[in-house]
């Protein structure tokens, strides 16, 4: 069945490090991709998505493109700030429509 | 503002009792979903709803139940059959079948 494997965290960074958080799904077809965002104590916020291979979601700073060749999707950031520590999920929309959900990669930037 | 309403942010259960979580949504959205999270690991599906008077089980429906009378709402029961309930619980609702789902900020379930 469809899958999605995130890197483990948590991932400890320098306030103006580089990010990328990996990111490999299972699936049948070409699914939609997205990247979620999770703050301490809220819910899930949507930060980027992609629909087709080669498309790049991009928002906030962050980018994520649709690698069909190597059935990835990996979450990068130039120049991170405290203000990104979260927990990030990567999802792909299975045919059912459903969501599919990786385990989360915890981000901690430290100033 | 549009968006999604979980309430209470935190719940206390007793052991052998039902405690039902509010879902409240007024972005008109047709498809509504609940999650389970339990630290370290991703979101699980408990039951979803398509569409009013309609819903279906997911990944981990036992021990939980849910209706879907009105549009905007889709309230989450934790029953005493569920025997590990202390987790946080997540609505998330979803306009169309391309489009993202939204999520509530959440209910912490702790038992006593």
């Known amino acids: 069945g469809d899958s999605v494997t995130q890197m483990e965290g948590p991932v400890t960074l320098s306030e103006e490090a580089f990010l990328t958080i990996n990111c490999t799904y299972t699936a049948t077809g070409y699914p939609s991709l997205f990247w979620y965002v999770q703050y301490p104590g809220e819910g899930l916020q949507l930060l980027l998505k992609a629909t087709k291979a080669d498309d790049k979601g991009s928002n906030k700073g962050f980018e994520a493109t649709y690698r069909k060749e190597t059935t990835s999707f990996h979450l990068e950031k130039g120049s991170v700030q405290v203000s990104d520590s979260a927990v990030y999920f990567c999802?792909?929309?299975?045919?059912?429509?459903?969501?599919?959900w990786g385990a989360g990669t915890k981000l901690i930037i430290k100033p | 503002d549009g968006g999604i309403t979980q309430s209470p942010k935190y719940l206390f259960r007793k052991e052998g009792q039902n405690v039902t979580l509010s879902c409240e949504q007024n972005?008109?959205?047709?498809?509504m979903y609940w999650y389970r999270q339990d630290p370290g690991q991703g979101l699980r599906l408990i039951y979803y709803?398509?569409?009013?008077?309609?819903?279906q089980k997911g990944d981990i429906a036992e021990g939980y139940s849910v209706s879907r009378e009105k549009k905007e709402s889709f309230p989450l029961t934790v029953t005493s059959a569920q025997k590990n309930p202390t987790a946080f619980y997540l609505c998330?609702?979803?306009?169309?079948?391309?489009?993202?789902?939204?999520f509530g900020d959440g209910t912490r379930l702790s038992i006593l």
């Open positions: 709803s398509q569409i009013v008077n309609d819903f």
């Open positions: 999802a792909l929309k299975a045919s059912n429509y459903q969501l599919i």
């Open positions: 998330a609702s979803r306009s169309g079948t391309n489009q993202p789902q939204h």
């Open positions: 972005l008109n959205h047709d498809a």
